[in-house]
């Protein structure tokens, strides 16, 4: 008896020359509605998949293969002496082969504008999952195909050996398993998400959460050379920034040019973005507060290295913001990467040719800067296309992934706690260091001078710590005139008060809620210092 096939595909991508093979190969084909017609257009017999369930296709198409005239033939096993008399005793064929692809709900789900909900909602496949899910588990007997790339690899097999080796079946298998496992995320992403803001957050953090993602790039290996990687990019209907960058020049990026370029691009953005209209984060808060939003208007350059900010500023040209964050540390940039919120020129791509980069990241680059930074073959030149939209952001531990909302609260409130007051001129660079904290690992201390980083201090495991480094690093790289200091977190000692008055600070910013808040405002208040509290602490870890 000759063996079926089940071709029941939305991407008909090679799926002519596949039923040829098969039909070369004596099978017969079993399909449904589109396939069908597809495939008998091209010349194939086919069977429908009504002959054998008795039924036609109803509901729209809802349904064609819910049956178990289908599911049977799929599910029974070969070698099972009682499946075989219940196929029997109903007449049941067995079918030996499952091709399916599935309705595109992910690509229709980033589709814009959106389509309409109902629309959408019926673009979920749940005949097809359902098939693959039976053949999968029934792969010692069935083959199970979910993807046209693989069907050359079962054609070669069928006609070398007429069958497949168990490793095969079982990959294929695993492959299907993971295609719907994905589907059912993106799916279930999509209906917690259309209320969640609605919902108290109960949907934003569901008892089971998924995650729906597809390998965009084998990486060459990860952040050591003996560790493999790889970068899997959304596929939930909501592609991100990383996803949409086009590398233009240079060589592929790594593992730890994927993270820091990530993290450049959504600090770079958070300062706002002329080319695309962004405002910063926190800008409504900030303008609200303050009546202070000029920095939504100016060019941002940020460098990275390590995964964390090693320089940032904004200036009046592109070409200004990139010297002042040079400037703020010329020895960690090297081998680091510059992301830039502007059109990049040719005067500042002749600059960066002239230092040793990674990674360049802007939004979009005059053809002259382009021709400049070709000359260099190993510097990866990236055009990024959309700016960062993610809400939640992810870190994996051992066994499981803590999962928390993106932070983009500016400030919560703006107590000026000290005797001395905020002078008018230093608000720019102090909004200026709460974004720049925003991306430093804690503990932080940012100083600030002309909305530039002029000495940054992170990672520490102390704030005065921090705090002696970011105003060393300003002291050596530029005179003392700086003025604003500003902490990721509240300083719960007043010694950071103390040595940012021997520096010559002028204000200092930080969140507030240490038990010890009187120590640094009377520390303040000592050196005529300002000081604010925001209510807004930035971590990073």
Request: charged residues 25%.
């Amino acid at each position: 008896m000759k063996k079926r096939a089940l071709i029941s595909v939305y991407d008909k991508n090679k799926v002519i020359e596949f039923a040829a093979a098969l039909t070369k190969l004596n099978w017969e084909i079993v399909s449904t509605g589109g396939t069908a017609a597809h495939l008998r257009k091209a010349g194939f017999t086919v069977i429908d998949a009504s002959e054998i369930t008795g039924f036609s296709e109803f509901l729209d198409g809802r349904v064609k293969t819910l049956h178990p005239a289908v599911h049977a033939g799929i599910l029974a096993r070969r070698h099972e002496k009682s499946h075989q008399d219940a196929l029997e005793k109903l007449n049941i064929r067995h079918i030996d082969l499952v091709a399916v692809n599935l309705y595109p709900f992910t690509q229709k789900a980033a589709q814009k504008p959106p389509l309409p909900q109902d629309e959408l909602i019926d673009f979920i496949d749940i005949g097809g999952p359902a098939m693959l899910r039976s053949a999968a588990k029934n792969c010692d007997d069935v083959i199970v195909l979910c993807d046209p790339a693989d069907y050359g690899v079962v054609i070669q097999n069928l006609q070398s050996n007429k069958t497949l080796p168990p490793v095969l079946r079982r990959r294929l298998a695993g492959k299907a398993f993971s295609l719907t496992s994905s589907y059912d995320a993106a799916v279930s992403r999509y209906l917690l998400n259309i209320d969640a803001d609605d919902a108290g957050g109960e949907e934003k953090f569901p008892e089971d959460y998924t995650l729906s993602l597809k390998r965009s790039v084998s990486l060459r290996y990860g952040e050591n050379p003996r560790q493999k990687a790889a970068l899997y990019v959304n596929s939930a209907g909501a592609e991100g920034a990383i996803a949409k960058m086009e590398r233009l020049g240079g060589k592929e990026l790594s593992y730890n040019n994927y993270r820091d370029a990530d993290t450049a691009w959504r600090a770079v953005c958070s300062f706002g973005s002329p080319d695309y209209g962004l405002p910063p984060i926190g800008a409504n808060e900030a303008a609200r507060l303050l009546d202070f939003e000029d920095s939504a208007a100016l060019n941002a350059c940020v460098a990275v290295k390590h995964n964390t900010l090693c320089g940032a500023s904004l200036g009046k040209t592109v070409y200004e913001a990139f010297e002042k964050t040079y400037s703020c540390d010329t020895v960690s940039i090297f081998g680091g990467i510059l992301a830039f919120n502007a059109a990049l020129d040719a005067q500042t791509a002749e600059k960066i040719n002239s230092m040793f980069l990674e990674v360049v990241i802007a939004p979009s680059y005059d053809e002259a800067a382009l021709q400049i930074l070709y000359k260099k073959p190993n510097l990866c030149v990236m055009l990024a296309r959309a700016v960062p939209a993610e809400q939640f952001e992810c870190v994996s531990v051992d066994g499981g992934l803590l999962v928390q909302e993106v932070n983009r609260t500016l400030l919560e409130k703006w107590d000026v706690v000290t005797k001395t007051p905020v002078d008018a001129q230093d608000i720019p660079d102090m909004l200026f260091g709460l974004r720049v904290a925003m991306w430093v690992k804690s503990n932080a201390v940012i100083v600030v001078k002309d909305c530039a980083a002029v000495g940054i201090g992170g990672g520490q495991t102390s704030r005065i710590r921090a705090a002696e480094q970011a105003l060393r690093q300003a002291s050596l790289s530029h005179d003392k005139s700086a003025r604003v200091l500003v902490s990721d977190a509240f300083l719960p000692f007043p010694d950071v008060a103390e040595a940012a008055a021997a520096a010559g600070i002028k204000v200092i910013v930080q969140s507030g809620g240490s038990g010890k808040d009187a120590l640094s405002i009377e520390m303040c208040d000592k050196f005529g210092i300002a000081m604010v509290f925001t209510g807004a602490r930035y971590f990073k870890h």
